[in-house]
């Protein structure tokens, strides 16, 4: 049975009729695809707004908006030094999931504890962009990008070159007992090391990407990065893509997008990518690949392949990294931004 569960939230506003409904909408919205939730599942929602919004009712702008739902609502008592033009809820709710508070534009200063710094989580299949899009939001807002596909890799790589059979679990966890793997920035640029040597330019064949595939279904292999990189998000604001970032890596991550596209497209943008590094490969080995690891990827036992619930669902066959990258930096700077 689902538990009783109080999720908080916070938007500023200003004093117009427009703006105050905006807000609202944006901040009921938001609780309810990040919590879950919907209002079958809700119990009340109660309201309180600072005596400075007085152009329009935030309760009357939950009731237009369509949600059918006891609400309770009280203006604030004026208190100096505190936020101005702000709309609180707090909304109670029956919910399997922990209650994830929202915290929005000006009023993430309420909960610098939350909102200082922040995830984005970008998910989805092989060839599906992900790498691409996630360095151009990186570089758009200014925040650290960490390739998490590469680490895994790396890691396909080591043993791909000491001829350790990646279907051999024991084999594998031998042959990584020791292995250092982490991400380095040189002249701005991020290299992978491993074993203190830059591998970057190593890690992108279609052998590496199968072996890659193998390795992070064993658990011990993903509990060997997992804390590496939740301990890189933990300290600064970053954008993090692979297959299980939302699900699994940074479940709480504030901002959660599954990037997709068709397996046909997908493999010819892979094909093309190889080419241009002179790789001689084919369309069709490249598509058999790329079907290949989404099986493996999605039904693998640990952390398989999947979009988390609360995570925007972006398909690319007719967008280019630049659009994806236009969406997610719209998305996040509408939250982010007083």
Request: net charge negative; with cysteine; hydrophobic share 40%.
């Amino acid at each position: 049975m689902d538990k009783i569960i109080s999720i908080r939230g916070a938007v500023s506003a200003q004093n117009t009729k427009q703006s105050i409904i905006a807000a609202v909408t944006k901040l009921i919205d938001r609780i309810y695809f990040k919590n879950g939730i919907s209002d079958d599942n809700v119990i009340n929602i109660t309201i309180s707004v600072t005596d400075d919004l007085t152009a329009y009712s935030a309760a009357q702008a939950i009731r237009e908006n369509g949600h059918i739902v006891p609400l309770f609502s009280a203006v604030e008592p004026n208190i100096d030094g505190a936020l101005k033009n702000c709309i609180r809820v707090m909304v109670t709710a029956y919910s399997e999931n922990v209650p994830y508070h929202l915290y929005l534009n000006g009023a993430r200063r309420l909960r610098s504890d939350l909102t200082d710094s922040y995830s984005i989580a970008l998910d989805g299949p092989s060839g599906a962009g992900k790498s691409t899009v996630a360095k151009i939001v990186a570089k758009r807002l200014g925040i650290t990008y960490l390739d998490t596909g590469a680490l895994y890799r790396a890691l396909g790589l080591k043993c791909l070159n000491e001829n350790v059979s990646v279907s051999c679990v024991a084999a594998v966890e031998k042959c990584l007992t020791t292995v250092d793997v982490n991400i380095e920035y040189l002249d701005g640029v991020q290299r992978v090391m491993l074993n203190g040597s830059d591998v970057s330019d190593k890690i992108r064949t279609p052998d590496v990407s199968m072996a890659a595939s193998a390795v992070s279904a064993i658990p011990y292999v993903r509990q060997k990065l997992l804390g590496l990189q939740r301990e890189i998000a933990a300290h600064s604001s970053v954008i993090l893509d692979g297959r299980d970032i939302g699900t699994v890596v940074l479940p709480d991550s504030e901002f959660k997008y599954f990037l997709t596209a068709s397996a046909e497209v997908r493999a010819k943008r892979r094909f093309d990518e190889l080419k241009a590094k002179g790789q001689n490969v084919t369309y069709d080995e490249v598509y058999n690949d790329v079907v290949t690891r989404d099986r493996n990827d999605s039904t693998r036992a640990v952390a398989p392949l999947k979009c988390a619930f609360d995570a925007i669902e972006i398909n690319s066959d007719k967008l280019s990294a630049e659009q994806v990258a236009d969406f997610i930096v719209s998305d996040v700077t509408e939250d982010i931004e007083a």
